[in-house]
Every structure is written in structure tokens, then in C-alpha cells.
């Protein structure tokens, strides 16, 4: 159970104080840098509860309303929960702010699709090297019964459910790999470049991406990590043209 504290006012204020320069950015938000920065440098965990505030807001001398939009930004980032009559607490940061974070920055960072496939190209075979060494009994499991449902989707002809296998898959073998930042970078990246390709292809998918899974799978289950990157990149060569040609339906019409 995680020990509730809360981090005291004379050391908020003396951080907060401490080389402070409130002429750049709005004063929300400067305020919002100091508190992340003081939840870092002073090792708060999940749980610790944050002053009031009201308490915040007479130690800093600044309206109630300037420190609740400073609390809004910080629980936008999830570094914190801001729950209704009980007060700011720090929280664990869930996988899904960092992916979030890296979809918007690829959304609107100007990043091209040429940039996305090669990222894919080189962060896949990785992660499936990685699931290799790593994966448990409960990931070879999922990862067997996605190649099964992709191969039986295909060949019923039910396209919509073969994509969604498919993405699947390669979410699945990112939680495999026990690696959190592999995961949260692939994905994003499968929200962004799968579902565009999968919008592009809901009528057609070509046969070797379907049958290039299982052979990642059977190294992935044999714990050949060699054999599993390897395997992983010749699916990667297979898909690229199809990546490439899904350009037009990227968000906000990437172009390399």
C-alpha cells in the first residue's frame, strides 16, 4: 500500500522561489514546470498527495484559478489526479501519455511517412528480438492465437477482422518484449500508420504480410532472437511498398 505524504509548503516555496523567471511563459504554466520539476528532483511516488490549492495559492501569492490551471496542465501530462474534495495526488504514468505524446508530435511535428516506415523498419525487428528473450508462456499464447485468427480472417475473407488481427499482433509482440518504451513508441506508431493503411486496404490484403506472422512467431517461441529480428525485417521489406502507398491517408496528409 503506498504511503500517502504530503510535500511541505516551506520546501514548495523555496523550490518554486529558487531561480525563478516568470517573464516568458504564462505564469500557469511556469508554475506547473516547478511542481513537475520539484515531483522529479524530490523522488514523490504514486500516491503522495500535493498541498491544496488554496495552500499553493497563498505560499506562491497568486490567484486560486492560476494554480488550478496549473494543475490542469500537469494532469493533462498524467503526472497527476486531481480527485474531487480530496486534493492533487502524484500518479503512476500510464504507457498511454507517452504514446499520446509521441502521436501528437508525429500529428503535427511535420514528421513525413517516409520517416514513420523507416522508424518502423528499424524499431520492429527490435522489439521482436527483444519478445525473443522475454516473452512468457501467457505472451506466446496471445501472440499464437493472433497468427491464427489473421491466417483464418484471410481465408474466410473477412478483411476488417484480419487487419484488426493483425494490429494486434504487432501490439502484442511489443508487450512481449517487456520493454515499456518499445511499447509506447509502437504504439503510437500503429495508431497512426496501421489504422492508415488498414482505411487504405479494407477491401484487399496481400498474402505474404499474412503469412510473414507465423514465422515470426515459431523464432519468437523458440527464443531465437537472431531468428526473430530476421524474420521480422523480411516482413518489414514485404510491407513497405503497401506503408508507402498509404501516404494519402496518414493524419493531416503526411508526405515524405
Known amino acids: 500500500m503506498v504511503q500517502e505524504k504530503s510535500y511541505s509548503l516551506e520546501s514548495l516555496a523555496q523550490d518554486l522561489a529558487r531561480g525563478a523567471d516568470f517573464v516568458r511563459q504564462p505564469l500557469h504554466q511556469q508554475i506547473a514546470d516547478k511542481i513537475e520539476s520539484m515531483i522529479e528532483t524530490n523522488g514523490l511516488e504514486p500516491g503522495n498527495q500535493l498541498p491544496s490549492e488554496y495552500e499553493l495559492a497563498r505560499v506562491l501569492k497568486v490567484s486560486r484559478v492560476t494554480v488550478h490551471q496549473a494543475m490542469l496542465v500537469l494532469a493533462e501530462k498524467g503526472l497527476v489526479q486531481i480527485k474531487a474534495g480530496s486534493g492533487v495526488y502524484v500518479t503512476d504514468m500510464p504507457v498511454s501519455v507517452v504514446a499520446d505524446t509521441i502521436e501528437r508530435y508525429v500529428t503535427f511535428g511535420g514528421v513525413s511517412h517516409e520517416a514513420l516506415v523507416a522508424f518502423r523498419e528499424i524499431i520492429e525487428p527490435e522489439s521482436a528480438a527483444l519478445a525473443a528473450v522475454h516473452a512468457t508462456a501467457e505472451d506466446l499464447n496471445s501472440l499464437k492465437g493472433l497468427v491464427d485468427e489473421i491466417e483464418l480472417a484471410f481465408k474466410e475473407g473477412r478483411i476488417s477482422d484480419c487487419a484488426k488481427a493483425d494490429e494486434a499482433f504487432h501490439e502484442a509482440l511489443a508487450v512481449a518484449s517487456h520493454n515499456p518504451l518499445l511499447y509506447a513508441n509502437l504504439s503510437a506508431l500503429h495508431k497512426i500508420v496501421l489504422n492508415a493503411i488498414y482505411a487504405q486496404i479494407k477491401t484487399y ?29 523480411e516482413h518489414m521489406k514485404n510491407t513497405r511498398t503497401q506503408l508507402l502507398n498509404a501516404r494519402t491517408n496518414l493524419p493531416n496528409d503526411l508526405e515524405s
Not at 205 to 221: N, T, W
Open 205 to 233: 490484403l496481400p498474402k505474404e504480410g499474412i503469412l510473414a506472422h507465423r514465422p515470426v512467431y515459431q523464432a519468437i517461441a523458440a527464443h531465437d532472437p537472431n531468428r526473430a529480428r530476421k524474420a521480422m525485417r
